[in-house]
């Protein structure tokens, strides 16, 4: 079945309501079989028909989901979308070629030019053949300022210190061992200084 691609597209209000849908596909089981084209092709139909609401008198509702047949034109078939308005089943028919209709058969005909419409998926999509899907750099934390400033000058902290609660001017005077097991501690009065007060409280030996 081939989606017509000329300049025009063809719609139709019929007189009498289709009620028979034995010949007719549901447009979902219709789109199923060529996903890109056909979605494409049906939503150039719906805008057609938007297009064309006040010439053919459509409300901009439907009944249920439209559905799809065909018109032989030998050697292929042309697609049509049929669309039941939701008041007394006005039905309009969407092709993109004319169709041959019985006399007594059209109320009204209108003409629209096919809106642009890309038969693809976005490119940012996983999948798509333009971004393939490639694994991302595990996430890296960042270390705290204080860790990276012990690390520099060759002080760690016990696993005590760390979950000891700080109490009186503590608070204010933390505490550096270094690998050679001195104790540092910052005065108070000079903070934001590089100077320290040296203990040798807890030297080892």
Same mark, same amino acid.
């Given at each position: 079945?081939?989606?017509?691609?000329?300049?025009?597209?063809?719609?139709?209000?019929?007189?009498?309501?289709?009620?028979?849908?034995?010949?007719?596909?549901?447009?979902?089981?219709?789109?199923?079989?060529?996903?890109?084209?056909?979605?494409?092709?049906?939503?150039?139909?719906?805008?057609? !028909?938007?297009?064309?609401?006040?010439?053919? $008198?459509? #409300?901009?509702?439907?009944?249920?989901? +439209? /559905?799809? =047949? *065909?018109?032989?034109?030998?050697?292929?078939?042309?697609?049509?979308?049929?669309?039941?308005?939701?008041?007394?089943?006005?039905?309009?028919?969407?092709?993109?070629?004319?169709?041959?209709?019985?006399?007594?058969?059209?109320?009204?005909?209108?003409?629209?030019?096919?809106?642009?419409?890309?038969?693809?998926?976005?490119?940012?999509?996983?999948?798509?053949?333009?971004?393939?899907?490639?694994?991302?750099?595990?996430?890296?934390?960042?270390?705290?300022?204080?860790?990276? !400033?012990?690390?520099?000058?060759?002080?760690? $902290?016990? #696993?005590?210190?760390?979950?000891?609660? +700080? /109490?009186? =001017? *503590?608070?204010?005077?933390?505490?550096?061992?270094?690998?050679?097991?001195?104790?540092?501690?910052?005065?108070?009065?000079?903070?934001?200084?590089?100077?320290?007060?040296?203990?040798?409280?807890?030297?080892?030996?």
């Amino acid at each position: 079945m081939s989606h017509p691609s000329g300049g025009i597209m063809f719609v139709y209000a019929l007189t009498q309501p289709i009620d028979d849908f034995d010949a007719l596909t549901p447009l979902p089981d219709w789109i199923a079989a060529d996903p890109a084209a056909r979605t494409r092709w049906a939503l150039q139909a719906v805008l057609a !028909l938007a297009d064309a609401a006040t010439q053919v $008198r459509w #409300d901009g509702d439907m009944r249920h989901l +439209p /559905s799809v =047949g *065909a018109v032989l034109t030998p050697p292929d078939a042309i697609p049509y979308l049929t669309i039941k308005q939701d008041n007394n089943g006005t039905t309009f028919v969407i092709s993109g070629v004319e169709l041959p209709w019985p006399a007594g058969t059209i109320d009204a005909t209108a003409r629209t030019r096919p809106r642009p419409i890309g038969a693809w998926t976005p490119p940012h999509q996983p999948g798509h053949p333009a971004n393939p899907t490639t694994p991302r750099p595990p996430h890296r934390r960042l270390r705290h300022r204080s860790a990276l !400033l012990n690390r520099r000058h060759g002080a760690t $902290r016990t #696993d005590a210190q760390r979950s000891a609660r +700080p /109490s009186g =001017g *503590a608070e204010n005077s933390p505490t550096l061992i270094t690998a050679s097991g001195q104790t540092w501690r910052r005065n108070p009065r000079t903070f934001g200084a590089r100077s320290h007060e040296r203990s040798h409280i807890g030297q080892t030996r």
